[in-house]
């Protein structure tokens, strides 16, 4: 479909159905049912199958008219595009609506205290007993698990079998006595994170995602969406309009409550859009050493952006290139972010270094500088994508092993 066919279907749909005075469940139902709270999604599950630019259009149209999208969001999504990938019908069926209606919210349970970056070293055990999974083990650095009803589980199945082999994928219900959620608070003063204990926790049998053993192939498709940047969430601050209506204010509750664990998000990103008013503010800019930092940043965002957005529309058109895109666009995020907080220290000198609301933009520039490490590891490590781009893309010999064989007889961090 062309732009502007995009444009004028999405407008007329949009001018036929959008009321500001309906539930928010009874709107994101009529979404669904239209096509619309996913259009990215495939046309035999909730979408129309549209690529970057048509979602684009459509984005403009929603934010025109002030209406409210899907509750897509965060972990949410990872859940979603997974089960999308390798759920059966019967999985899509039960889980994929009331994750796009907001009725449902999920967290990834996958580091664990001696597997982060080996994330095949898991040792979650699962064990089939009466049909069903029973699951005990811990794992942590779960975001958003204290306000999640269902967690997407990597656990080990089999533990004869070599480390990748023996995981299994799980959609687990994060409400039942088993489970217990544990917060952790971080070095900037939020809470994002939980630890997860779980202990017999019980899994049906159909909760199982692609089948036994085949855990490790799962989880690389709901890796690979989280560095394409998946996992962040929505910003309603685009909408339109005059914002009246019942709907607006649960919309505003749900987003409050979603996106408390992610307030700091923008600051770990290193608020590159801080950094030019606030050269021209302290007159920094008159500075040609932090100017040139300045152009040294900008140019790296402006090339990242560019290129991710290339890589997202060549994915869509199916071309089948061995280049992990979602690495080398995370591994440039972190680079532009620590040349962020590298300019905003020029910029700030030690005032960088106070928070409150008397310190530089109310103490946004010191939480990004306590913020910005966090993007080196989220979602896989520097390290850890260099290590990919560096096998995958430049064929170079790989890493030195001694965790092969039975996952039982490897010697791991306890
Ligand atoms: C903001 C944020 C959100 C997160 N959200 C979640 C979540 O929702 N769910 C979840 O399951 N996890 C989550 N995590 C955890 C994250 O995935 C892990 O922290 C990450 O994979 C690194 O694991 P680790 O912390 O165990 O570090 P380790 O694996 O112990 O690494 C320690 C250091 O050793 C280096 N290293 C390790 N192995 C190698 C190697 N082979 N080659 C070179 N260097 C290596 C690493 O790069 C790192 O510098 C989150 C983390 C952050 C920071």
Same mark, same amino acid.
């Given at each position: 479909?062309?732009?502007? +066919?995009?444009?004028? /279907?999405? #407008?007329?749909?949009?001018?036929?159905?959008?009321?500001?005075?309906? @539930?928010?469940? #009874?709107?994101?139902?009529?979404?669904?049912?239209?096509?619309?709270?996913?259009?990215?999604?495939?046309?035999?599950?909730?979408?129309?199958?549209?690529?970057?630019?048509?979602?684009?259009?459509?984005?403009?149209?929603?934010?025109?008219?002030?209406?409210?999208?899907?509750?897509?969001?965060?972990?949410?999504?990872?859940?979603?595009?997974?089960?999308?990938?390798?759920?059966?019908?019967?999985?899509? &069926?039960?889980?994929?609506?009331?994750?796009?209606?907001? +009725?449902?919210?999920?967290?990834?349970?996958?580091?664990?205290?001696?597997?982060?970056?080996?994330?095949?070293?898991?040792?979650?055990?699962? $064990?089939?007993?009466?049909?069903?999974?029973?699951?005990?083990?811990?794992?942590?650095?779960?975001?958003?698990?204290?306000?999640?009803?269902?967690?997407?589980?990597?656990?080990?199945?089999?533990?004869?079998?070599?480390?990748?082999?023996?995981?299994?994928?799980?959609?687990?219900?994060?409400?039942?006595?088993?489970?217990?959620?544990?917060?952790?608070?971080?070095?900037?003063?939020?809470?994002?994170?939980?630890?997860?204990?779980?202990?017999?926790?019980?899994?049906?049998?159909?909760?199982?995602?692609?089948? +036994?053993?085949?855990?490790?192939?799962?989880?690389? @498709?709901?890796?690979?969406?989280?560095?394409?940047?998946?996992?962040?969430?929505?910003?309603?601050?685009?909408?339109?309009?005059?914002?009246?209506?019942?709907?607006?204010? #649960?919309?505003?509750?749900?987003?409050?409550?979603?996106?408390?664990?992610?307030?700091?998000?923008? &600051?770990?990103?290193?608020?590159?859009?801080?950094?030019?008013?606030?050269?021209?503010?302290?007159?920094?800019?008159?500075?040609?050493?932090?100017?040139? /930092?300045?152009?040294?940043?900008?140019?790296?965002?402006?090339?990242?952006?560019?290129?991710?957005?290339?890589?997202?529309?060549?994915?869509?058109?199916?071309?089948?290139?061995?280049?992990?895109?979602?690495?080398?666009?995370?591994?440039?995020?972190?680079?532009?972010?620590?040349?962020?907080?590298?300019?905003?220290?020029?910029?700030?000198?030690?005032?960088?270094?106070?928070?409150?609301? &008397?310190?530089? /933009?109310?103490?946004?520039?010191?939480?990004?500088?306590?913020?910005?490490?966090?993007?080196?590891?989220?979602?896989?490590?520097?390290?850890?994508?260099?290590?990919?781009?560096? #096998?995958?893309?430049?064929?170079?010999?790989? $890493?030195?092993?001694?965790?092969?064989?039975?996952?039982?007889?490897?010697?791991?961090?306890?």
């Amino acid at each position: 479909m062309k732009a502007d +066919e995009v444009r004028r /279907e999405v #407008e007329a749909w949009l001018d036929a159905h959008w009321s500001p005075d309906r @539930t928010l469940l #009874e709107w994101r139902n009529i979404l669904v049912d239209g096509g619309w709270a996913a259009p990215h999604w495939p046309t035999d599950w909730y979408g129309k199958g549209f690529d970057p630019v048509q979602m684009a259009i459509v984005r403009a149209a929603f934010a025109k008219k002030g209406a409210v999208g899907a509750a897509q969001s965060g972990p949410s999504g990872l859940a979603a595009e997974t089960i999308l990938t390798h759920g059966s019908g019967d999985q899509k &069926q039960r889980y994929l609506r009331s994750i796009l209606t907001g +009725e449902n919210a999920w967290c990834q349970l996958f580091s664990e205290p001696g597997s982060g970056s080996d994330l095949a070293g898991s040792s979650t055990k699962a $064990e089939s007993i009466d049909g069903q999974w029973i699951v005990s083990g811990q794992k942590v650095w779960n975001t958003s698990a204290h306000h999640a009803d269902y967690g997407i589980l990597l656990a080990r199945s089999n533990f004869d079998l070599p480390k990748h082999q023996g995981l299994s994928y799980y959609l687990i219900n994060m409400r039942q006595p088993g489970v217990e959620v544990r917060p952790l608070k971080q070095m900037n003063g939020h809470a994002s994170f939980n630890e997860v204990f779980m202990t017999n926790a019980v899994v049906a049998a159909e909760d199982l995602i692609g089948g +036994e053993g085949n855990g490790w192939a799962v989880a690389a @498709t709901t890796l690979s969406f989280e560095r394409r940047g998946f996992s962040s969430t929505k910003d309603s601050s685009s909408l339109q309009g005059p914002r009246v209506g019942q709907i607006y204010d #649960e919309f505003d509750t749900e987003m409050k409550i979603a996106n408390e664990p992610y307030t700091w998000y923008p &600051q770990r990103q290193g608020r590159v859009d801080l950094v030019i008013p606030r050269a021209k503010a302290t007159g920094a800019i008159k500075d040609p050493a932090v100017r040139q /930092e300045i152009a040294k940043l900008i140019s790296m965002h402006k090339a990242s952006a560019l290129a991710s957005a290339a890589a997202e529309s060549r994915r869509k058109s199916g071309t089948n290139e061995v280049i992990p895109a979602g690495s080398i666009g995370k591994l440039a995020a972190s680079v532009i972010a620590r040349q962020a907080s590298h300019v905003h220290t020029m910029i700030s000198g030690a005032d960088a270094m106070r928070s409150g609301t &008397q310190s530089a /933009e109310s103490g946004m520039i010191a939480e990004t500088l306590i913020s910005t490490p966090a993007i080196s590891i989220a979602g896989g490590t520097d390290e850890i994508q260099r290590n990919i781009i560096s #096998e995958r893309v430049l064929g170079m010999p790989k $890493e030195m092993r001694a965790d092969t064989g039975p996952f039982r007889g490897i010697k791991r961090n306890e």
